[in-house]
Nanobody, 125 residues
Framework: QLQLVESGGGLVQPGGSLRLSCAAS????????IGWFRQAPGKEREGVSC????????YYTDSVKGRFTISKDGAKNTVYLQMNSLKPEDTAVYYC??????????????????WGQGTQVTVSS
């Protein structure tokens, strides 16, 4: 059974850092593109970042470029989202999502078949 489990969320002050993890079970990430999405209260879910099957190519939404880094660890079957210089507007529930044989082309919410349960990130002083 394919499962994604996010962890690493929490409360952090503006300017701080967090590293989110997305651990996969029931399948190998080698054949899946992985995306990170977030949803703030009262807002639609938005794409944050995407990493291809090989892990060699990454994509970011403009608001997080230069601050967030997505990476993949094949040995641990886990994808990470390193978030630095966090801002209050980064506050949201963060979700990871997977799609088989997918290399992030036109990555949006509807292109991902499997989702984790989400982890809360709150940036506040």
């Amino acid at each position: 059974q394919l499962q994604l489990v996010e962890s690493g969320g929490g409360l952090v002050q503006p300017g701080g850092s967090l590293r989110l993890s997305c651990a996969a079970s029931g399948f190998t990430l080698d054949y899946y593109g992985i995306g990170w999405f977030r949803q703030a209260p009262g807002k639609e879910r938005e794409g944050v970042s995407c990493i291809t099957m090989s892990g060699h190519t990454t994509y970011y939404t403009d608001s997080v470029k230069g601050r967030f880094t997505i990476s993949k660890d094949g040995a641990k079957n886990t994808v990470y989202l390193q978030m630095n210089s966090l801002k209050p507007e980064d506050t949201a529930v963060y979700y990871c999502a997977a799609n088989r044989y997918y290399n992030c082309a036109g990555w949006t919410e509807i292109t991902f078949a499997s989702w984790g349960q989400g982890t809360q990130v709150t940036v506040s002083s």
